[in-house]
C-alpha cells in the first residue's frame, strides 16, 4: 500500500466513489478509504430497499465517467411521467409527460448498490487508484502542505488533499471542527420494495398526505420501490407491523392507484434532516455530497446535488493541477465551495419550503395548494421550467454533467 498520495477520499458512497472515478486519466495518485465493503454482486430477484431517482444531469455525468453502461448492465429504470398529487380536503394534481417536453424520459430509478458497484468496479482498471476498504481511520490532521490519516492498523496515509465523502455524519467534517447547521424533521421514510396488481406504466407517483409524501418509484417486472415519510412513530409501527396489514395500509394511503399490493419486500425506516455545513473547505480538505448537505428526499434530489458537487470539485482540482497549482490550497478549494454552495442551499431550501407547505393542514393553505397544483399543471410554461429544473438542467453545471 502506498502512504502518500496527491487525493485521500474517505467514504467510497455514490459521491466518493463518483469523484475517484472522475480522477482517473490523471496524473494524479488517489487513495479511497472506505468501512463497509460494497456489495458487488447480489441474486437476480433482489432488489436494494434504497434507490435513487437519477436527473438528467447526473445521468450524463455517469456517462462521462464510462460508468452508465455498468448500470444499464445491472438494472436501471427509466420513467416517462410523474403523478403528484394532493387529496386531503380537496384536490390538486400535477402530471409530468417527458413527451411535452420531447425528452425520452424523465430520469432514472436506480437501486444505490447498482451506481455504487458500477462506480467501484471500475477502480481496478485505474493504476492511479487504490482502494482500501475495509478500514477505519482513527486520527485525522492537517499540516500546512498536507494532511494525514492514520488507519486503525497504525498505517499513516498523506495527502494534498483529502476529501470527505463519508456521508451525514461525517467523521471527517467532525474532526476538521467544521459545524453543521440544521433540524432532524418530524419525519422517518419507510422504503421497501412491493410488486403491485397493476402496472406502474413506466411512471413516478407521490401522494401528499396529512403527514407526509408517499411515492411509488418504478422498478423491472411490475416491482416499484416505495418512500414513504411519515411521523417516526407511524414509521416504526410500519416497519414492525404484520405483513398483510402493512399491504392494507399502504394500499389504502396510496388510494388503491395500482391496485392491490401483491408481495412486499423487506422494510427499512431512515430519520430525515436537513443539513447544511456552515464551510465546504478549509485549508487541505474539501466535503462532498451528503458530508456537506443533507435534504428531504420529497423531490429526489440528494445524491444529485452530490453527484454535482462531486463533478465541479473534480473539475476544479484538475484545472488547478493542470496549472501547476497546489489542489489542496484554500484558495483553490473555495473556487468548488462558492460554485456550489448557492445551488445547494436553494434546493435545500425549495424542499423544506415544498415539506412544510404540504404539512399544512389548515383550511386557506390547503386550498391554495390545491388552486396551486391545479393551475401549474395548465400552465405549460411553469410545467416545463419545473420539470426541467427536476432533470437537473439549472444553474452553472459543470461540464461533465452539460
Ligand atoms: C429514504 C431516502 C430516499 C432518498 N431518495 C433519493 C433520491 O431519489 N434521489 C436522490 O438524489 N437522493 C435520494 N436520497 C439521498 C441520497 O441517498 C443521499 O444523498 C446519498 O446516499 C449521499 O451519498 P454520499 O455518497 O454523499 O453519502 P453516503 O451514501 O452516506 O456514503 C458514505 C460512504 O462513506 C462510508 N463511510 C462513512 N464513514 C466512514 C469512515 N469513517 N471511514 C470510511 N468510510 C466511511 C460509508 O460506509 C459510505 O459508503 C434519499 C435518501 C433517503 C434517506
Same mark, same amino acid.
Given at each position: 500500500m502506498k502512504t502518500d498520495y496527491d487525493v485521500l477520499i474517505v467514504g467510497s458512497g455514490m459521491v466518493g466513489?463518483?469523484?475517484?472515478?472522475? @480522477?482517473? *486519466?490523471?496524473?494524479?495518485?488517489? &487513495?479511497?478509504?472506505?468501512?463497509?465493503?460494497?456489495?458487488?454482486?447480489?441474486?437476480?430477484?433482489?432488489?436494494?430497499?434504497?434507490v435513487s431517482a437519477i436527473t438528467r444531469a447526473s445521468q450524463r455525468f455517469f456517462e462521462n465517467l464510462g460508468v452508465w453502461h455498468g448500470m444499464e448492465q445491472r438494472r436501471v429504470?427509466?420513467?416517462?411521467?410523474?403523478?403528484?398529487?394532493?387529496?386531503? +380536503? *380537496?384536490? +390538486?394534481?400535477?402530471?409530468?409527460? =417527458?413527451?411535452?417536453?420531447?425528452?425520452?424520459?424523465? +430520469?432514472?430509478?436506480?437501486? !444505490?448498490?447498482?451506481?455504487?458497484?458500477?462506480? #467501484?468496479?471500475?477502480?481496478?482498471?485505474?493504476?492511479?487508484?487504490?482502494?482500501?476498504c475495509p478500514v !477505519?481511520?482513527?486520527?485525522? =490532521?492537517?499540516?500546512?502542505?498536507?494532511?494525514?490519516?492514520?488507519?486503525?492498523?497504525?498505517?499513516? $496515509?498523506? =495527502?494534498?488533499?483529502?476529501? &470527505?465523502t463519508d456521508g451525514a455524519n461525517s467523521r471527517v467534517r467532525q474532526i476538521a471542527g467544521i459545524s453543521v447547521k440544521g433540524w432532524q424533521y418530524d419525519h422517518k421514510a419507510v422504503v421497501t420494495v412491493v410488486k403491485t396488481e397493476k402496472s406502474h406504466q413506466n411512471a413516478a407517483w407521490q401522494r401528499f @398526505?396529512?403527514?407526509?409524501? @408517499?411515492?411509488?418509484?418504478?422498478?423491472? !417486472?411490475?416491482?416499484?420501490?416505495?418512500?414513504?415519510?411519515?411521523?417516526?412513530?407511524? =414509521?416504526?409501527?410500519?416497519?414492525?407491523?404484520?405483513?398483510? %396489514?402493512?399491504?392494507?395500509?399502504?394500499?389504502q394511503a396510496f388510494e388503491?392507484?395500482? &391496485?392491490?399490493?401483491?408481495? #412486499? *419486500?423487506?422494510? +427499512?425506516?431512515?430519520? %430525515?434532516? $436537513?443539513?447544511?455545513?456552515?464551510?465546504?473547505?478549509?485549508p487541505r480538505l474539501a466535503l462532498a455530497g451528503d458530508a456537506a448537505h443533507a435534504v428531504h428526499p420529497l423531490a429526489g434530489q440528494g445524491v444529485n446535488l452530490g453527484l454535482l458537487d462531486a463533478a465541479a470539485l473534480t473539475e476544479v482540482v484538475l484545472e488547478a493541477h493542470q496549472a501547476g497549482?497546489?489542489? &489542496?490550497?484554500?484558495?483553490? $478549494?473555495?473556487?468548488?465551495e462558492r460554485w456550489r454552495k448557492g445551488d445547494n442551499l436553494a434546493m435545500l431550501a425549495a424542499m423544506d419550503g415544498f415539506k412544510r407547505l404540504f404539512g399544512n393542514q389548515t383550511a386557506p393553505v390547503q386550498f391554495m395548494r390545491h388552486l396551486g397544483l391545479n393551475m401549474t399543471n395548465r400552465a405549460t410554461p411553469l410545467k416545463n421550467f419545473l420539470v426541467k429544473y427536476g432533470m437537473g438542467y439549472k444553474g452553472d $453545471?459543470?461540464?461533465?454533467?452539460r
Open positions: 466513489a463518483a469523484i475517484a472515478n472522475a @480522477l482517473d *486519466g490523471s496524473d494524479l495518485t488517489i &487513495g479511497i478509504i472506505e468501512n463497509h465493503t460494497p456489495q458487488m454482486q447480489w441474486p437476480p430477484e433482489h432488489f436494494d430497499i434504497r429504470t427509466p420513467y416517462n411521467q410523474m403523478h403528484v398529487w394532493d387529496s386531503t +380536503g *380537496g384536490h +390538486g394534481e400535477i402530471h409530468f409527460d =417527458a413527451a411535452e417536453i420531447n425528452e425520452p424520459n424523465l +430520469g432514472h430509478i436506480i437501486e !444505490n448498490s447498482v451506481i455504487q458497484s458500477a462506480l #467501484v468496479e471500475r477502480f481496478a482498471d485505474f493504476d492511479n487508484i487504490e482502494f482500501i !477505519n481511520f482513527t486520527r485525522l =490532521a492537517f499540516e500546512k502542505d498536507h494532511a494525514w490519516l492514520e488507519l486503525d492498523d497504525g498505517k499513516k $496515509l498523506a =495527502a494534498k488533499l483529502i476529501i &470527505g @398526505l396529512p403527514t407526509g409524501p @408517499l411515492a411509488f418509484l418504478p422498478l423491472e !417486472n411490475g416491482y416499484s420501490s416505495i418512500v414513504w415519510s411519515t411521523s417516526p412513530s407511524l =414509521a416504526d409501527q410500519l416497519v414492525a407491523m404484520d405483513v398483510e %396489514l402493512f399491504k392494507q395500509d399502504l394500499e388503491s392507484k395500482l &391496485g392491490t399490493i401483491v408481495e #412486499v *419486500g423487506q422494510r +427499512g425506516a431512515f430519520q %430525515l434532516k $436537513l443539513q447544511h455545513t456552515t464551510n465546504y473547505t478549509r497549482q497546489d489542489i &489542496g490550497s484554500h484558495q483553490i $478549494l473555495r473556487r468548488f $453545471l459543470p461540464k461533465a454533467c
